[in-house]
């Protein structure tokens, strides 16, 4: 059964730092890139950031370019999102997933079957 689990969110101030963690288990997911994605209170799920399954592609959403940091350890299966420069504009509830295709990167989540319970990051001003 496939679980992915997401830790790492909490209460920080603006311009303050934090570090998600996605971890996977019950499937090998070496051949499948990763993905974050958030949703804020009454906003639609939006894409923040993919990396390939190699490591070597990234993709990120303009909003985030050059504040996150999306890699993962395929060995360990667990992906991470390192945020800095958080805004309140970056409060949502964080989600990873994994698409449905091998050696796909897609910023669409309908191509996303695999997903976390989320965990919520808040940016205080």
């Known amino acids: 059964q496939v679980q992915l689990v997401e830790s790492g969110g909490g209460l920080v101030q603006i311009g303050d730092s934090l570090r998600l963690s996605c971890a996977a288990s019950?499937?090998?997911?070496?051949?499948?890139?990763m993905a974050w994605f958030r949703q804020a209170p009454g906003k639609e799920r939006e894409f923040v950031a993919a990396?390939?399954?190699?490591?070597?592609?990234?993709n990120y959403a303009a909003s985030v370019k050059g504040r996150f940091t999306i890699s993962r350890d395929t060995a360990k299966n667990t992906m991470f999102l390192q945020m800095s420069n958080l805004t309140p504009e970056d409060t949502a509830v964080y989600y990873c997933?994994?698409?449905?295709?091998?050696?796909?990167?897609?910023?669409?989540?309908?191509?996303?079957?695999?997903w976390g319970s989320g965990t919520q990051v808040t940016v205080s001003s």
């Open positions: 019950g499937h090998s997911f070496s051949l499948y890139s």
């Open positions: 990396i390939s399954w190699n490591g070597l592609d990234t």
């Open positions: 997933a994994v698409p449905g295709l091998i050696l796909t990167i897609t910023t669409n989540h309908n191509q996303y079957p695999y």
